[in-house]
Structure formats: structure tokens, C-alpha cells
């Protein structure tokens, strides 16, 4: 069974620019889950997807968005990216038998 | 949202057994107590999830005393390929606390 799968591994941007990143779940799962992990700190929720809808948001400001397609792949989208942007951008999808299940994440770096 | 405290680092040897405490003093009645391990640059993956008493898998033990305001995550054996940050999480669902985790290390 494949896992969750993200692109592009590492994406640079330049500041005020805009990143897009993409996350496809494990086959059956119809949620998705963006999180922000900065360097050395734990992870921070960002944002639910789930059946094509926005269901949650963490508290990030409306530059941080996203959507899922009828395929329940979804994308996060960064507009005006600042420097603290910086971060690793994971996403999750579950839950199952074995929690939440991670992929190996984006690592977007704002210059 | 109950917040956890763990060490920041430990320190083992391989073939060793390692204790993991995670105190959470403000656990709730439904919350349960999930621990994740996470490499660098990787997403972080499910070791093991226990409500009360004793949970095992084939990676991991986790004890959880009577009154649930602390949990420890046992590792036996370990090795090298071990050491990474291990993550105590205290509730239901995505929107979980996630501290900085316990950074351990695996010595020859």
C-alpha cells in the first residue's frame, strides 16, 4: 500500500513570492492534514481537508490555503511568503489502525 | 488541548532498554496517549497509542500508571538507527499539542 506521498521534496522561493505544495493520502483515506514544523519545534496544525471541504483551520493567517480534489489529493498554497515561512510542510492522512500517517514532507525555504 | 512534558535529550547505547517519561497532569477522561518518532527530514511515524495499564507492540511498550497524569514509552534493545526525536501526544484527533519532542541518541 503506498503512503502519503508530497512534492516537491524542497521548493526555494523568494519573499512575496507564492509556494504551492501537493499531498496525495493513503488510498481510502478521504481526509487530509497540513501541518508546519519550524526547525528544532514540533509540529503546528494548519489545516483539515476532508470530502473536498476546508473542515478546520489552525490559526495561520489567510495566506496559508489550500483545497482537495475529487481524487481527495489536496494542495497548500502560500501567498506573500515571508522569511519565518521557512519550515517543513507535512501532511497527514488518517486516521487508521496506526494513527495518523505522515508523509516525508516539503521542505520550503523563503530567501 | 492537554500539554505535555518531556526531557529534551537522553542519551543510551545500543542493546540498552530506554524509558521514555512524558508527564500530563491535565489528561481528560477520553484523551488517549499516543508517541510518534520522527527522523530528520522525514514525517513523523506512529510508534504505539494506549488508554491505561500496559500496551506492546513489536516496536514499543507503553505503561501508563493508574491515574494517567504520566506515561512511559519503553524501547528494548535499542540501536543506532533508533535515535531520533521521540513525540509524547495527549488527546483525540489531528489537533493535538505537538512539543519539541525528546532528541534521543543511540551510542555504539
Known amino acids: 500500500e503506498a503512503g502519503v506521498t508530497q512534492s516537491p521534496t524542497h521548493l526555494i522561493k523568494t519573499r512575496g513570492q507564492q509556494a504551492t505544495l501537493r499531498c496525495s493520502p493513503i488510498s481510502g483515506h478521504t481526509s487530509v492534514y497540513w501541518y508546519q514544523q519550524a526547525l528544532g519545534l514540533g509540529l503546528q496544525f494548519l489545516l483539515w481537508?476532508?470530502?473536498?471541504?476546508?473542515?478546520n483551520r489552525g490559526n495561520f493567517p489567510p495566506r496559508f490555503s489550500g483545497r482537495q480534489f475529487p481524487n481527495y489529493s489536496s494542495e497548500l498554497n502560500v501567498n506573500a511568503l515571508e522569511l519565518e515561512d521557512s519550515a517543513l510542510y507535512l501532511c497527514a492522512s488518517g486516521p487508521g489502525g496506526y494513527g495518523y500517517t505522515f508523509g516525508s514532507g516539503t521542505r520550503l525555504t523563503v530567501v | 488541548l492537554a500539554k505535555t512534558t518531556q526531557p529534551i535529550s537522553m542519551d543510551s547505547y545500543e542493546g540498552q532498554e530506554v524509558n521514555i517519561t512524558c508527564s500530563h497532569n491535565?489528561?481528560?477522561?477520553?484523551?488517549?496517549i499516543t508517541w510518534y518518532q520522527q527522523f530528520p527530514s522525514q514525517g513523523p511515524r506512529f510508534i504505539i497509542q494506549g488508554y491505561k495499564t500496559k500496551v506492546t507492540n513489536e516496536v514499543a511498550s507503553l505503561f501508563i500508571p493508574a491515574d494517567r497524569k504520566s506515561s512511559t514509552l519503553s524501547l528494548p534493545r535499542v540501536s543506532l538507527s533508533d535515535t531520533a526525536v521521540y513525540y509524547c501526544l495527549v488527546g483525540q484527533g489531528y489537533q493535538l499539542i505537538w512539543g519539541a519532542g525528546t532528541k534521543l541518541i543511540i551510542k555504539p
Open positions: 491535565n489528561i481528560a477522561t477520553n484523551d488517549y
Open positions: 481537508y476532508d470530502e473536498g471541504e476546508e473542515r
